[in-house]
């Protein structure tokens, strides 16, 4: 009589013990119910694509006084480094400028870590598709890659990038807004059209409120 009298409970445990176990399992395979995200993007973090490369290349190579070529050419080839800030915040140096991203002779690449899309891998174009001045990545290096020793400059650049540059405007931004230039960290107050787009030259656009630091030097191993 005890033992038949025990038993049922002894069941009866075993069930709820087995359905609490069930229901553990299920929040293992399932995880926790994910909460909404209040972080906000990535992207926000990100330098902003202000000023895009623009879409005729080619005639804006003719218009800096360069010539467009079926390829690249290293009598002078050289790598410069441009950082813009408007009010402390980094701006895209894109990548493309100085190239016919459409001419089916360059090559598009998307295995960028920081997800940007790289154009070159130009053996010969059947038609100009590439300036002696160019990007080739959004990393804000400046590649000359050209037939003749003369050094570019950066107001070539601007040119080609569509965007305004003298003594006081950079873009939309004029005085009063403050606009300074520095190389290597050290001020200029020359014309910034004439700088010369020498190896390793770290420029520096400042508009409006710097950066907590201005760069002095920057990363040229990919180049």
Same mark, same amino acid.
């Given at each position: 009589?005890?033992?038949?009298?025990?038993?049922?409970?002894?069941?009866? /445990?075993?069930?709820?013990?087995?359905?609490?176990?069930?229901?553990?399992?299920?929040?293992?395979? =399932?995880? !926790?119910?994910?909460?909404?995200?209040?972080?906000?993007?990535?992207? /926000?973090?990100?330098? /902003?694509?202000?000023? !895009?490369?623009?879409?005729? !290349?080619?005639?804006?190579?003719?218009?800096?006084?360069?010539?467009?070529?079926?390829?690249?050419?290293?009598?002078?080839?050289?790598? =410069?480094?441009?950082?813009? #800030? &408007? $009010?402390?915040?980094?701006?895209? *140096?894109?990548?493309?400028?100085?190239? $016919?991203?459409?001419?089916?002779?360059?090559?598009? #690449?998307?295995?960028?870590?920081?997800?940007?899309?790289?154009?070159?891998?130009?053996?010969?174009?059947?038609? @100009?598709? &590439?300036?002696?001045?160019?990007?080739?990545?959004?990393?804000?290096?400046?590649?000359?890659?050209?037939?003749?020793?003369?050094?570019?400059?950066?107001?070539?650049? #601007?040119?080609?990038?569509?965007?305004?540059?003298?003594?006081?405007?950079?873009?939309?931004?004029?005085?009063?807004? @403050?606009?300074? *230039?520095?190389?290597?960290?050290?001020?200029?107050? $020359?014309?910034?059209?004439?700088?010369?787009?020498?190896?390793?030259?770290?420029?520096?656009?400042? &508009?409006?409120? %710097? %950066? =907590?630091? &201005?760069?002095?030097?920057?990363?040229?191993?990919?180049?």
């Amino acid at each position: 009589m005890r033992r038949s009298a025990v038993l049922p409970v002894l069941v009866l /445990a075993v069930v709820v013990l087995a359905g609490c176990g069930d229901d553990d399992a299920d929040k293992t395979k =399932a995880g !926790p119910k994910a909460s909404p995200s209040t972080s906000t993007s990535s992207s /926000a973090d990100e330098p /902003a694509v202000k000023w !895009p490369a623009p879409p005729d !290349p080619m005639e804006r190579t003719v218009e800096a006084g360069l010539e467009p070529e079926v390829k690249e050419f290293l009598v002078n080839h050289v790598h =410069a480094h441009l950082d813009v #800030f &408007i $009010d402390g915040s980094p701006v895209v *140096v894109p990548s493309g400028i100085g190239i $016919d991203i459409e001419n089916p002779g360059v090559r598009e #690449f998307n295995d960028n870590p920081d997800g940007s899309t790289s154009y070159g891998g130009i053996e010969e174009c059947l038609r @100009p598709c &590439i300036s002696p001045l160019h990007t080739h990545d959004a990393d804000g290096i400046i590649h000359t890659e050209s037939a003749t020793p003369e050094p570019n400059t950066l107001g070539e650049f #601007f040119v080609e990038w569509g965007v305004r540059l003298d003594e006081s405007c950079v873009g939309e931004y004029c005085s009063p807004t @403050p606009v300074a *230039v520095y190389v290597a960290g050290e001020r200029v107050t $020359d014309d910034p059209r004439d700088i010369e787009l020498t190896d390793h030259k770290e420029i520096a656009i400042v &508009i409006g409120t %710097p %950066p =907590a630091e &201005i760069p002095k030097t920057a990363d040229f191993s990919r180049a």
